[in-house]
């Protein structure tokens, strides 16, 4: 009798099992597919967030670049002498200075060569950027305040 209480007590002490140890958390091999799913899915993103960075960028330094327009223009009119923006290397014969639009190293710009007047008037035309990973974008410089509006190229 003593026995069967024992053995009563102690069934009661000890927690059930409702699995079997075999079934127990996870097996080696649902980790692993389960690691390379999430690695297939992070390398998607990163790649994805990686050239919208870069675009972004990329068209944040252009249209800096592209705005320092309006600065010569200040310029012109506040030394009361007529600048040229050069849009190409090709050396230009000029009654005024010469100026280069403000970039950062590795871009290059090319087009028309613009006159802007020692009142601030521009003669206007069109200026491309191309950045060090040769992406590139036109800008139209209307006259005759030399408003910049990029040209969408295919």
Known sequence: MRMSRLKTKLAKTRPAKTRPEA???FSLLEML????????MLSLVGARSITAIESTRFASTADAGIASIRLLRAEAMLNDMPLHVIGSEAPIRHNGQ??????PQ???VSGDNILISKTGICSGGQLTLQGPSNRR???ALTPPLCEPHRIETP
């Open 33 to 40: 597919i389960v690691l390379a799913i999430m690695g297939l």
């Open 106 to 108: 590795g871009w290059t």
């Open 23 to 25: 079934e127990t958390g």
């Open 98 to 103: 010469v100026r280069a639009l403000n970039l």
């Open 137 to 139: 974008a036109t800008y």
